[in-house]
T-cell receptor
Framework: DSGVTQTPKHLITATGQRVTLRCSPRSGDLSVYWYQQSLDQGLQFLIQYYNGEERAKGNILERFSAQQFPDLHSELNLSSLELGDSALYFC??????????????FGEGSRLTVL | GNSVTQMEGPVTLSEEAFLTINCTYTATGYPSLFWYVQYPGEGLQLLLKATKADDKGSNKGFEATYRKETTSFHLEKGSVQVSDSAVYFCALSDLGRALTFGSGTRLQVQP
């Protein structure tokens, strides 16, 4: 158990809909990262938050947005969903945010299926 | 930009065989290098890491040496077990940025 909690574990929805994925980081971790894992794209970095502020942005679509709340949990919002958004979405956390030692702790992921 | 290239899988081995999974990288600076493992139905876990050239990371019988001259970080294990069946990801972190992952290599170990 990494200590990172993601909900829901599975989600099935239709094209055009909007979903929210939730992540609670390990106790004491200030950074949260979101990754998308799909069969054809591998593991893609989406976005990082550190102590409530956006720290780094990767290949995140404009239809996607995220935020980190004062209690440090984070939400990833996916809107106007397309079939190609079907993937496993991972949240990871780490203690720091500026100098990344690479020790990321991953949740078990949220599997999104868009029909 | 930064990138990580791993050998294609799946890699299928018999128990007690020797394992090598190749990983090469491209980075602008002097990255830290990592191997993560993903067991079925689980998230990724850090397996080992190396933060500078010639460092050797090791854990659970797995080893990888940071080779700056060949920009490589190959994963090795002398004798694999069925329980090592998983997907292995090579990754790098450069200048404190988020991890860049390779595409992953699935390892299947048969009894």
């Amino acid at each position: 158990d990494s200590g990172v909690t993601q909900t829901p574990k599975h989600l099935i929805t239709a094209t055009g809909q909007r979903v929210t994925l939730r992540c609670s980081p390990r106790s004491g971790d200030l950074s949260v990262y979101w990754y998308q894992q799909s069969l054809d794209q591998g593991l893609q970095f989406l976005i990082q938050y550190y102590n409530g502020e956006e720290r780094a942005k990767g290949n995140i679509l404009e239809r996607f947005s995220a935020q980190q709340f004062p209690d440090l949990h984070s939400e990833l919002n996916l809107s106007s969903l397309e079939l190609g958004d079907s993937a496993l979405y991972f949240c990871a956390s780490s203690v720091g945010g500026g100098g990344n030692t690479g020790e990321l702790f991953f949740g078990e992921g949220s599997r999104l299926t868009v029909l | 930009g930064n990138s990580v290239t791993q050998m294609e899988g799946p890699v299928t081995l018999s128990e007690e065989a020797f394992l090598t999974i190749n990983c090469t990288y491209t980075a602008t600076g002097y990255p830290s290098l990592f191997w993560y493992v993903q067991y079925p139905g689980e998230g990724l876990q850090l397996l080992l890491k190396a933060t500078k050239a010639d460092d050797k990371g090791s854990n659970k019988g797995f080893e990888a040496t940071y080779r700056k001259e060949t920009t490589s970080f190959h994963l090795e294990k002398g004798s694999v077990q069925v329980s090592d069946s998983a997907v292995y990801f090579c990754a790098l972190s450069d200048l404190g940025r988020a991890l860049t992952f390779g595409s992953g290599t699935r390892l299947q170990v048969q009894p």
